[in-house]
């Protein structure tokens, strides 16, 4: 009987369905009414970005992944959608095309702060300083611009100790 019920709704009622068992954290009924919403309509670009985002949560990174590649076929200048499947690819291992969908988003959206800081975290891995700093350094900027003052004192806070291990200072990283 409930398929019956969905089969009458339309993508987007479905997918509002999907938003409201969200906020209420019930991962299943999310799930479910996403899924739903892009069998009526595959193009429904934030079911599928919201799919993944739930998948995400449910540390379902595969599956996450594969739904946001489906957001970026609909929408490829989203930088919010290269910054999630950075995330995803970044834990499913997928180093380089995290640091491919990080420098997109940036692209995109150059005042990106979480992506600059999160690209900055990425190099750091590999032990890159120059450019560690360098976004270390344009993720303070954005967040302190923004007032967003416990990112932007963590990148304070990260800039100084990377300047020591690496040996570099702020000046020497301004550009790449």
């Known amino acids: 009987?409930?398929?019956e019920l969905s089969s009458t709704k339309?993508?987007?009622?479905?997918?509002?369905e999907g938003l409201a068992a969200g906020r209420l954290s019930d991962h299943a009924a999310a799930?479910?009414?996403?899924?739903?919403a892009i069998k009526i309509d595959p193009d429904h670009f934030m079911a599928q970005f919201n799919l993944g985002i739930r998948y995400g949560k449910l540390r379902m990174n595969l599956d996450a992944a594969k739904?946001?590649?489906?957001?970026?076929?609909?929408?490829?200048?989203s930088p919010m959608v290269h910054y999630s499947l950075?995330?995803?690819?970044?834990?499913?291992?997928e180093t380089d095309g995290a640091f491919d969908h990080y420098r997109e988003a940036i692209r995109i959206n150059p005042e990106f702060g979480k992506a600059h800081s999160n690209l900055a975290m990425l190099y750091y891995s590999i032990k890159r300083g120059k450019e560690?700093?360098?976004?270390?350094?344009?993720?303070?900027?954005?967040f302190q611009k923004t007032g967003d003052e416990f990112?932007?004192?963590?990148?304070?806070d990260l800039l100084q100790e990377?300047?020591?291990?690496?040996?570099?200072?702020?000046?020497?990283?301004?550009?790449?």
Request: aromatic residues 6%; charged residues 25%; negative net charge.
């Open 132 to 142: 560690t700093i360098h976004h270390l350094l344009l993720a303070r900027e954005l």
């Open 31 to 36: 799930l479910e009414a996403y899924k739903q």
């Open 67 to 77: 739904c946001f590649r489906e957001a970026l076929r609909l929408k490829p200048e």
């Open 151 to 156: 990112m932007a004192k963590n990148a304070i």
């Open 162 to 176: 990377c300047c020591r291990e690496f040996n570099l200072t702020e000046d020497e990283c301004r550009t790449l």
């Open 10 to 16: 339309s993508a987007e009622e479905l997918f509002q």
């Open 1 to 3: 009987m409930a398929s």
């Open 86 to 93: 950075a995330v995803v690819c970044n834990l499913i291992g």
